[in-house]
């Protein structure tokens, strides 16, 4: 399988990583030591760190930082961002639809089963319409590059993405270390983020909110692994940050608890699960969440961000039809290609993948994390007869792909320099406007010809630049 | 601010000054034990366990009160709550859950220490100098609360970390003194001795303020001298005085922030007044031990009219 290299054409240097080859070339061992203990250091001051769940182990565990960036030319971007704001967009008016008429439904363009049989669909929000229609306000989409010019979609996170404080640390300590490398090279900055998060929270505050919204973000504790983005997104945003706990119900509107007496809550960004928001509606065996706040979000006393119910666009089994999502709501062709995907639930597709299990990727329809999955060409026979029990005895509950040939990117390792493949995560903001800032989450395999690049498998994280026109 | 909010700014407070009372009191114990011991006393380091409340705890775990063993204790033991490790961790993750209302500073601080702590739990012990590690606290427990002074917002949330800090200061001289009199000297014609002035030396030493008193007051060292100091005198940072100073002081700037006074703001007037209307006279008169039980009795009374007019979100 040829792999493309976005540094390298055979012994030429792509455009976009010109500046990059002398830097490398510049920096001895010593140094480039040197600057990897700096940049763990600083890491480790600022805090950010990442648990991975179910391995124990040290909560203040580091995600492995690469100094090697990942470089995007202005032309490249320019196409990426059409396709991701297309693809947010189809994806929005989906969970309008489907919450409502069902239109694309009854066109016959996606079955039934599909959304109304399908785990996230929330019947709770049946009917409803948030503020602006604005189902998902946080879209992160997963893509993966094969080439020049060939991106395709993995999969789309409408509920709640993490990952977006890596990639604005990632560029602070770049910057703070390689301050020549941003002189030389003229990169599009990130740190728009928080505002333009801010403002997409505040532009979907509900009817009965006057004045200036107060935004909070939801968390599920300083235990959960993704802490200290959601501590960090409320400082840049200057909101604050909530737990279940802190919130409740009286009247028509939900409140904090302050030291100066409750105040009013307009828009609630969530990082918890649905299952978890209102005892009274989704879990009566819950302890956690806010009794009472589904009553206040139907009647438009507060906004949640993402809506309940937004997890059924992004379910991997919907995934498939994303396409056809965004011929049907926009009537454009996609710009972005989704992966070609078989779907074990079809039995044609199930004999094909059974068929050649070990040169496919097969995930789980609800899995995340790179958890439960199958990378057929980098597991053992065993490995791969286990994966078909499992299959056979579920067949809907799982999806095969190709193995692509992902992009490599030069990385650091042990003996010097060398490619590893990469993925790319942004977060495209959807409120009264749709907007990304020009960059996002690289996230590299570190190991040599790993596929998986989820940071709880041993994945890292780069910096990712967008170059200025 | 959140009440959580002000409930962990509080308690990282109460925890770092924790920490540093308990690595004084280890300080104390290893420079009583180069010191003979005199025959018929329980073991000077038992008397160390009993002013930190924790002698029980201790005595189920180890038994006897060897030295080494206390220090474990005191220092590294995550069993008990108090040791110097629980509290830096402790403070260190209250501190953690209220990053955004704190300064980077005040979080590096905290956050070093906590690093440092983890470090020195990975060496060996025979490596460990005691006075390497109990100045290694005094030093952390200065730098945050430095931090605090020098980078953080004088709003409210100042106010709940300072209320936190005069609180557990409070408690701790209360206690501290309490156990001189009560555990060091069980015999009434020891007062006065020259074992009696050791022992106080030592107590002031734990306070660090031996320097302090000598200027503050000069001349020998006396019980009654040292209850003004350690009680009344508004100069030392560790009085009774000074402690309850502060916490009235804090609490009267949030209820004129908030525009709202509290049952905490009264009661902690009320023991203001109290302590100014006292004399050294007037303390011996009741008996030193029963004027400090009433005194820690008190500050848990206004710990809890805190707790019920800020921190638990129910407004009173």
Redesign the interface.
Known sequence: MSQFNEMYQGTSVRSPYARLENWVAAMPQELRSLKQAEAEALF????ITFAVYGEGGDPDRLIPFDMFPRVFAAAEWARLEKGIKQRARALNAFLVDVYGRGEIIRAGRIPARLVYENEAYEKAVAGFVPPKGVYSHIVGIDIVRTGPDEFFVLEDNCRTPSGVSYMLESREIMMRMFPELFRENRIEPVDGYSEMLRRTLASVAPKKCKGDPVVVILTP??FNSA??EH??L??LMGV????G??LFVDGEYVW???????RRVDVIYRRIDDAYLDPLCFRPDSMLGIPGLMDVYRSGGVSICSAPGAGVADDKAVYTYVPEMVRFYLGEEPILNNVPTWQCGKSDDLKHVLANLPELVVKEVHGSGGYGMLVGPKSSRDEVERFRAKIVEDPGNYIAQPTLALSNVPTFVEEGVAPRHVDLRPYCLVGERIELVPGGLTRVALKEGSLVVNSSQGGGVKDTWVLAE | MLSRTADNLYWIARYMERADTVARLLEVGSRISLIPSVHGYRSEWDSLLQATGIADAFAKKYGDPVQRNIESFLFFDRDNPSSVASCITAARENGRIVRTALTTQVWDALNTAFQELKALERQPRSELELSRLTEWVMRHAAMVRGAIDATLLRNDGYNFLNIGYYLERGDNTARLMDVKYYVLLPRVDFVGSGLDNYQWTTLLRAMGAQRAFHWAYGGEVTAAKIADFLILNPQAPRSLTTCVAGLANHLGRLAKSYGRETEALAKARELFAGIEATTTDGIFEEGLHEYLTRFIAEVATLAHAIHASYLSGEMR
Do not use: F, K, N
Not at chain 1, 240 to 243: G, Q, R, S
């Open positions: 480790r001051r600022i805090g504790g300083h802490y200290y501590s960090l409320a400082d604050e940050l909530v737990e706990q802190d904090m608890r302050t030291t100066e007496g409750p």
